[in-house]
């Protein structure tokens, strides 16, 4: 290459760097690296924060985290960190197994690692090593999760009578220690017992609680009911699926991959299209004129839902999204609002702490020294019958949950509502 052609092919726009411009570059390199060194010290505190808060260690707080944000069963990247996180957690609670085990069953397929922390959940409650506003609410969710083990082999019955019984036990416990301590209210206050079956109430969820057995009763019972009554409107015979599909696809056009997605899973089920095809009759219904637009439009939106991330969601997940349209639009306040397990328990411990209060209250039928001695514990014949009378009230609350709630669960919160009298 000759010289002169060496030359022009050097750019004619290039000049050399100044020291100026490689001191503004190495300053500007440098506030980058303190300003992603800031932000992660920022997320770390953030999330010692949150750990210290919640009592719980760093990985802990991760696997709650993680465990909330996942999406349906999918696999996502929230189900793999909350294993990665709750693997590696020194001294794991029982909440820490139960996260595990359920996101090993419904997301990771693994039904040996899910039986495996289901089974140290279990056995921490047994031994009294569970918090115990959290025992009850893990029972409840492995009792729906252990017909997924029933064809696993070599492995131990999941012991979830053990369990239930030592929880039984412990709040029995527990009450009887609050009722010792009955003697140091003061007598301004004379609603003790109402306020202690109010506490007894809890609120937990997750990202899996479709898979409660309660909703699952609830929807099957609403859904027979609302068939029933469609049945008896004879221009609701041609409001059908396919009806449903096209009208959908010409109001949702801009979802029309999700919907392509759902109706490609609804298609071949014959469940999910008795539901879908229950409830655009429903919208149809001429008691529900006034909310009809309303209610085949939330219809939709729940369709739409259905898909989670870039997945539709599990069966079961698909027939309570669709089910939940039409609550507070029927004309029927109880239909599309299912409760479950945790919010039943809640409603009885309500209603207990009512019946209570109509006696012993302000406003109670009791009189005014039958319930001074009653909140003073002291011995009365009046007050034992009062309390009978309560007592009975309380029992006939199975009557109203038998077959919502499961038996031996009904038993149980009954008669921790009677213990405390």
């Known amino acids: 290459m000759t010289e002169e052609s060496y030359i022009t092919d050097i750019p004619q726009n290039t000049k050399p760097t100044t020291g100026g411009e490689i001191y503004y570059n190495m300053a500007y390199g440098k506030i980058l690296i303190i300003s992603i060194m800031v932000i992660i010290i920022i997320i770390s505190l ?23 944000n996942t999406h349906g069963e999918e696999f996502d990247e929230e189900a793999k960190e909350a294993i990665r996180y709750g693997e590696i957690i020194e001294n794991p609670r029982a909440i820490d197994h139960f996260r595990l085990g359920t996101i090993y069953l419904r997301n990771a397929h693994n039904l040996r690692r899910a039986h495996d922390h289901y089974f140290n959940a279990l056995n921490m409650v047994i031994n009294g090593e569970a918090a115990i506003d959290e025992a009850g609410f893990i029972i409840d969710r492995i009792v729906d999760q252990a017909p997924e083990f029933i064809e696993l082999d070599n492995v131990e019955f999941l012991p979830l009578e053990e369990a239930i019984m030592a929880n039984f036990e412990l709040n029995r416990k527990t009450v009887h220690h609050i009722n010792k301590k009955k003697l140091e209210i003061k007598e301004d206050d004379p609603e003790y017992t109402q306020k202690v079956l109010l506490n007894k109430q809890s609120w937990y969820s997750d990202s899996q609680n479709v898979h409660d057995s309660a909703i699952n009763r609830e929807m099957i019972n609403q859904l027979n009911q609302v068939k ?144 001074e001695a009653y909140i003073k514990n002291e011995p009365n014949v009046l007050v034992d019958e009062t309390n009978e009378q309560i007592k009975t009230q309380i029992e006939n609350l199975r009557n109203e949950y038998k077959g919502i709630v499961d038996d031996v669960q009904l038993n149980q919160i009954i008669n921790e509502c009677i213990d405390v009298i």
């Not at 953030?46 to 696997?63: C, G, M, P, V």
């Not at 004879?234 to 919907?259: I, M």
């Open 228 to 371: 029933e009554e469609n049945g008896k409107i004879p221009e609701l015979e041609n409001r059908t699926y396919e009806e449903l599909k096209r009208w959908a696809y010409q109001v949702g056009d801009k979802d029309k991959d999700k919907l392509n997605k759902v109706f490609d899973r609804t298609d071949t089920n014959i469940e999910e299209i008795n539901i879908l095809e229950a409830l655009w009759k429903r919208a149809h219904h001429p008691n529900n004129s006034k909310n009809k637009e309303e209610m085949k439009l939330a219809l939709k939106d729940a369709i739409i839902d259905c898909v989670e991330g870039s997945n539709v969601v599990c069966h079961t997940g698909i027939c309570t999204k669709l089910w939940a349209a039409p609550a507070t639009l029927d004309f029927d306040p109880t239909v599309g609002v299912i409760k479950s397990k945790q919010m039943l328990k809640n409603e009885i411990y309500e209603k207990s702490a009512k019946i209570v209060n109509d006696f012993y209250g302000e406003n109670g039928l009791a009189s005014d020294s039958v319930k």
């Open 46 to 68: 953030y999330y010692l924060f949150i750990s210290y808060k919640n009592n719980e260690t760093y990985e802990q707080a991760k696997l709650r985290i993680n465990f909330n």
